[in-house]
């Protein structure tokens, strides 16, 4: 079955564009999607990486008020009255953190002027036990030198953080482009899309195989790419996009532009309000939001100025009966008026369609079983983009290359699938190094990544030196299911929770990890001898064929 296709003259455009802008963004996109795909667990895999949250949490009543007076009591330099952060924990993420800021950095970064007195970059995090009720800094210090889970790292990989200034910038374009390419793949298999499809076969050439799968796999997973292709946009070319939308709609007034749609973001207060000793209970606060809203839990609690008249505190909330519910109330403590209500079934338009992609994105609906069907299709991709770069490599190996062409596209292909290749593995020495480097030492997170990032890039290095892509995929594949198999053995031998005492503890998330490298080292190897044998086929094949040609030739 053929549908109405483009023209010659159109289809060929759209080819070239495609190819081009495919192999260009390539490994840019595959370390996109495979960091996001292990980001959209991040909270499944927080108790793996915290050992102390290892703890059943089911159900967390907080006391707001012994946790800040415990801060002030432990912490001398905590400013309090300035700006606090209280996340409450869940399941997940058993444990409750605190955002305070300090005065000695507070004071200090005044006076440089190196950090705004507004930048969250000041705070210092602290983590509360809710069972053990105690309190202590969290291994990252402050937040601008970031947090040392693994979740987070990978996390910020995925929106190229780690390159100053212009990565989340980069990230954007590449975004943009891969929005491209997936329209111009559609338009030029458009005419035989039906046909393709169901055509799909692993038999024949290499240069077939790779073709039938790039295209099946690519129609298969199509609308979810488009979504991440245009919701990662957005999110890292935001500022090229609200700042038009700023100045047409709100006049270039950034702050009521900001009101729209995060109205708490624009609270003030008066740094010359006098204390107050009448104000609200925070408890009671919290009491009372929870008996207006009964349908709503309270995930963060934010109090400005607390301990002066004009203390305002804003919960952000959610409801988990209904899609994107999430929503912002703020409350003044002097008197208890409501001064902010954003609640998830009366948002106004541009507050929930800006809300609504960040729950696209985030896979923050559907429970366990969207955020597996989005790591797989993830994953999809970048069998897609892999096998897009060796469709552009075998296409061009043909009589009108010359060698030295030929050679130049043989050593890109190799660069590309060292550089994509070698992040599986490296991230496996990511958990390793969560494990066996001790929480203890100094600069826990900083010897973390870089035993990540190093690794990747002596993987990447020794990929350069096999001769050809089936010999480094399936070398590349040996090495992960190595590593990954090591994975549990590093959590059982430091920690002692072996997977099989989380199974029957019921800490499902812990052991849930521990089971994903075991898959993952069995399919490694699985697939590694799988192309082992297919490539002996093969040069069997050809050495059978060449001797055939010399006797008929004799």
């Given at each position: 079955?053929?549908?109405?296709?483009?023209?010659?003259?159109?289809?060929?455009i759209f080819f070239h564009t495609h190819t081009v802008?495919?192999?260009?963004?390539?490994?840019?996109?595959?370390?996109?999607?495979?960091?996001?795909?292990?980001?959209?667990?991040?909270?499944?895999?927080?108790?793996?990486?915290?050992?102390?949250?290892?703890?059943?949490?089911?159900?967390?009543?907080?006391?707001?008020?012994?946790?800040?007076?415990?801060?002030?009591?432990?912490?001398?330099?905590?400013?309090?009255?300035?700006?606090?952060?209280?996340?409450?924990?869940?399941?997940?993420?058993?444990?409750?953190?605190?955002?305070?800021?300090?005065?000695?950095?507070?004071?200090?970064?005044?006076?440089?002027?190196?950090?705004?007195?507004?930048?969250?970059?000041?705070?210092?995090?602290?983590?509360?036990?809710?069972?053990?009720?105690?309190?202590?800094?969290?291994?990252?210090?402050?937040?601008?030198?970031?947090?040392?889970?693994?979740?987070?790292?990978?996390?910020?990989?995925?929106?190229?953080?780690?390159?100053?200034?212009?990565?989340?910038?980069?990230?954007?374009?590449?975004?943009?482009?891969?929005?491209?390419?997936?329209?111009?793949?559609?338009?030029?298999?458009?005419?035989?899309?039906?046909?393709?499809?169901?055509?799909?076969?692993?038999?024949?050439?290499?240069?077939?195989?790779?073709?039938?799968?790039?295209?099946?796999?690519?129609?298969?997973?199509?609308?979810?790419?488009?979504?991440?292709?245009?919701?990662?946009?957005?999110?890292?070319?935001?500022?090229?996009?609200?700042?038009?939308?700023?100045?047409?709609?709100?006049?270039?007034?950034?702050?009521?532009?900001?009101?729209?749609?995060?109205?708490?973001?624009?609270?003030?207060?008066?740094?010359?309000?006098?204390?107050?000793?009448?104000?609200?209970?925070?408890?009671?606060?919290?009491?009372?939001?929870?008996?207006?809203?009964?349908?709503?839990?309270?995930?963060?609690?934010?109090?400005?100025?607390?301990?002066?008249?004009?203390?305002?505190?804003?919960?952000?909330?959610?409801?988990?009966?209904?899609?994107?519910?999430?929503?912002?109330?703020?409350?003044?403590?002097?008197?208890?008026?409501?001064?902010?209500?954003?609640?998830?079934?009366?948002?106004?338009?541009?507050?929930?369609?800006?809300?609504?992609?960040?729950?696209?994105?985030?896979?923050?609906?559907?429970?366990?079983?969207?955020?597996?069907?989005?790591?797989?299709?993830?994953?999809?991709?970048?069998?897609?983009?892999?096998?897009?770069?060796?469709?552009?490599?075998?296409?061009?190996?043909?009589?009108?290359?010359?060698?030295k062409q030929k050679k130049f596209h043989h050593r890109?292909?190799?660069?590309?699938?060292?550089?994509?290749?070698?992040?599986?593995?490296?991230?496996a020495i990511l958990f390793m190094a969560e494990r066996?480097?001790?929480?203890?030492?100094?600069?826990?997170?900083?010897?973390?990544?870089?035993?990540?990032?190093?690794?990747?890039?002596?993987?990447?290095?020794?990929?350069?030196?096999?001769?050809?892509?089936?010999?480094?995929?399936?070398?590349?594949?040996?090495?992960?299911?190595?590593?990954?198999?090591?994975?549990?053995?590093?959590?059982?031998?430091?920690?002692?929770?072996?997977?099989?005492?989380?199974?029957?503890?019921?800490?499902?998330?812990?052991?849930?990890?521990?089971?994903?490298?075991?898959?993952?080292?069995?399919?490694?190897?699985?697939?590694?001898?799988?192309?082992?044998?297919?490539?002996?086929?093969?040069?069997?094949?050809?050495?059978?064929?060449?001797?055939?040609?010399?006797?008929?030739?004799?």
């Amino acid at each position: 079955m053929k549908l109405k296709g483009l023209s010659n003259r159109a289809f060929n455009i759209f080819f070239h564009t495609h190819t081009v802008a495919g192999i260009v963004i390539s490994f840019a996109l595959y370390i996109i999607f495979f960091a996001g795909a292990f980001t959209i667990f991040r909270s499944e895999f927080y108790q793996w990486e915290n050992p102390e949250a290892r703890i059943i949490l089911k159900e967390n009543q907080l006391d707001y008020e012994q946790i800040i007076q415990k801060v002030q009591q432990e912490y001398k330099d905590a400013d309090t009255e300035k700006n606090l952060i209280i996340r409450s924990g869940t399941a997940k993420e058993p444990l409750t953190t605190i955002w305070v800021p300090m005065k000695e950095v507070v004071e200090k970064a005044t006076k440089n002027k190196k950090v705004s007195p507004k930048s969250r970059a000041e705070l210092i995090e602290l983590s509360y036990h809710p069972i053990n009720k105690t309190l202590k800094v969290s291994e990252g210090k402050f937040q601008k030198e970031g947090t040392t889970t693994i979740g987070e790292t990978l996390f910020r990989l995925h929106y190229f953080s780690q390159i100053p200034l212009i990565g989340s910038y980069l990230s954007g374009l590449v975004a943009f482009f891969f929005l491209f390419a997936s329209i111009t793949g559609v338009l030029i298999h458009w005419r035989n899309i039906i046909t393709k499809f169901y055509g799909f076969s692993i038999k024949g050439t290499w240069k077939q195989i790779w073709t039938n799968a790039h295209t099946v796999f690519g129609l298969i997973g199509l609308p979810f790419q488009m979504m991440y292709a245009v919701t990662g946009a957005f999110y890292c070319l935001s500022i090229l996009l609200l700042a038009p939308a700023t100045l047409v709609f709100f006049n270039g007034d950034q702050k009521a532009a900001l009101a729209a749609f995060r109205p708490d973001r624009v609270i003030e207060v008066n740094e010359k309000s006098p204390v107050s000793s009448t104000l609200k209970p925070i408890n009671t606060v919290i009491g009372e939001i929870k008996k207006r809203n009964p349908e709503l839990e309270i995930s963060n609690v934010t109090i400005k100025h607390l301990g002066r008249e004009d203390a305002v505190l804003t919960a952000q909330v959610k409801d988990e009966s209904i899609f994107n519910g999430y929503g912002v109330i703020g409350i003044t403590l002097k008197d208890g008026k409501r001064i902010v209500e954003m609640l998830p079934k009366e948002k106004t338009y541009i507050q929930a369609v800006l809300g609504a992609i960040g729950t696209i994105h985030f896979a923050e609906f559907g429970g366990i079983s969207l955020k597996i069907m989005f790591f797989l299709l993830a994953l999809i991709t970048c069998f897609i983009i892999i096998s897009g770069v060796l469709i552009w490599k075998e296409a061009r190996n043909k009589k009108e290359y010359t060698e030295k062409q030929k050679k130049f596209h043989h050593r890109i292909t190799m660069w590309y699938l060292a550089i994509c290749f070698g992040l599986f593995p490296a991230t496996a020495i990511l958990f390793m190094a969560e494990r066996f480097i001790p929480i203890t030492l100094s600069n826990h997170s900083f010897w973390v990544n870089t035993s990540f990032f190093s690794s990747w890039l002596l993987l990447m290095i020794l990929g350069l030196f096999w001769k050809n892509e089936s010999l480094l995929t399936k070398r590349f594949l040996y090495i992960n299911g190595f590593l990954s198999l090591i994975v549990p053995i590093s959590n059982g031998i430091s920690t002692g929770d072996w997977f099989w005492k989380m199974l029957v503890n019921q800490q499902f998330y812990v052991a849930a990890v521990d089971i994903f490298w075991l898959l993952t080292a069995l399919i490694s190897i699985v697939l590694a001898s799988t192309i082992l044998n297919k490539s002996d086929e093969t040069k069997k094949m050809k050495t059978v064929s060449m001797i055939k040609n010399n006797e008929q030739l004799a």
